[in-house]
C-alpha cells in the first residue's frame, strides 16, 4: 500500500448492502452507518439496478427500513433509462419490465404498446415475465430492427424470498441472440454511463471515490476500471468470495468485507 489517501466520495449499490433482498430487511448496523455517512461532509449517493420501483418508492421503502435519504442520494437505472427514451425521441414502448410499472411510464409521458408497433422494447426486472412475452417482440426486433433499451443486464437478483431469479441479463442476451438489426442498449451497471450519472451527481472524480456493493462482477470491474476504490461486501448475493476465482484477478475488488458495519471510511485510502 502507498501513502494513505482518504477517499472524497461514496457510491453505494442498495440490495445487499443496505438491505439484504426485495423484502428490504436491513443488512446488520447498515442503518446506523448510513446515519453516519449522512452526518459527515462526504458526498454520497446510491447507485441502483432497481426496476420495480419508481425512485419515490424506493426511497420510501428504504425510509421504512430505517434509511434517511433524499431524492439527490440515488442515482437509479429507472430514471437513466427514462432521460435516455426522451433523448432519443423513442415515446412508443413495449414495457416487459413489472406491470405494475405502466403507471409510471404513462404519467413519464410515455405510451405502452404491445411488439408490433413500438419504437422501442425496455426490459427490467420482471418475475411473471414469459416465453411468450419475448416472443411478441421478435417482430420489432428481427423486421423492424428497434432497439432494445434493458435498463440493466443483472442475471440474477434475490427475490423478495431469498430465491435467485433470472434477471435482464439473461432476458436481453436471449433477444440478443437473434442478432436483429436494432441495437442493445444498456442503462444500468455495468454499463459506464450510471457510474459516471453518479460521479456527476457527487462532483468527486473517480479516483477519489469508493465504490461498495455485493456484486463484484456486475457492479464492482467497472468501478474499478473507471478508477474508483472497490469493496466487496459478503451481505447479499455472496457469502464468501469464491466467485472472485472466477474472474480475471486485475478485476478483482480492492477489500472485502462482511457488510457495511465493516467498512471504515477513516482508514479506506487510495493506494
Ligand atoms: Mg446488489
Request: proline share 5%; aromatic share 6%; charged share 25%.
Amino acid at each position: 500500500m502507498g501513502k494513505l489517501r482518504p477517499m472524497r466520495g461514496c457510491l453505494l449499490d442498495v440490495e445487499g448492502v443496505l438491505v439484504r433482498n426485495k423484502a428490504y430487511e436491513p443488512v446488520c448496523g447498515a442503518v446506523e452507518w448510513m446515519a453516519r455517512l449522512g452526518r459527515s461532509q462526504m458526498p454520497f449517493c446510491l447507485v441502483t439496478n432497481n426496476t420495480t420501483d419508481t425512485p419515490a418508492e424506493l426511497l420510501e421503502r428504504l425510509a421504512a427500513a430505517g434509511f434517511d435519504l433524499a431524492p439527490e442520494n440515488l442515482v437509479g437505472a429507472l430514471e437513466l433509462g427514462t432521460e435516455l427514451l426522451r433523448a432519443r425521441s423513442l415515446r412508443r414502448i413495449c414495457w416487459l419490465g413489472v406491470p405494475r410499472l405502466r403507471e409510471y411510464w404513462q404519467e413519464a409521458g410515455f405510451e405502452l404498446t404491445g411488439g408490433g408497433d413500438c419504437e422501442a422494447v425496455v426490459i427490467g426486472v420482471n418475475p411473471e415475465l414469459c416465453i411468450a412475452d419475448l416472443e411478441d417482440v421478435l417482430p420489432a426486433v428481427l423486421d423492424r430492427g428497434v432497439d432494445v433499451v434493458c435498463l440493466h443486464r443483472n442475471l440474477f437478483y434475490l427475490d423478495a424470498l431469498d430465491r435467485r431469479r433470472m434477471g435482464p441479463g439473461c432476458w436481453s442476451a436471449a433477444l440478443e441472440a437473434l442478432e436483429g438489426r436494432g441495437r442493445m442498449v444498456i442503462v444500468g451497471k455495468p454499463d459506464p454511463r450510471i457510474y459516471r450519472a453518479a460521479l456527476k451527481r457527487i462532483g468527486v472524480g473517480a479516483s477519489d471515490t469508493l465504490f461498495i456493493s455485493d456484486d463484484p462482477v456486475a457492479d464492482l470491474v467497472t468501478a474499478g476500471r473507471l478508477g474508483m476504490r472497490t469493496v466487496f461486501v459478503l451481505s447479499g448475493k455472496h457469502a464468501d468470495h469464491e466467485i472472485l476465482g472466477r474472474m480475471d484477478q486485475d478485476d478483482w475488488p480492492d477489500v472485502i468485507c462482511g457488510g457495511l458495519a465493516d467498512v471504515n471510511l477513516d482508514q479506506e485510502d487510495a493506494s
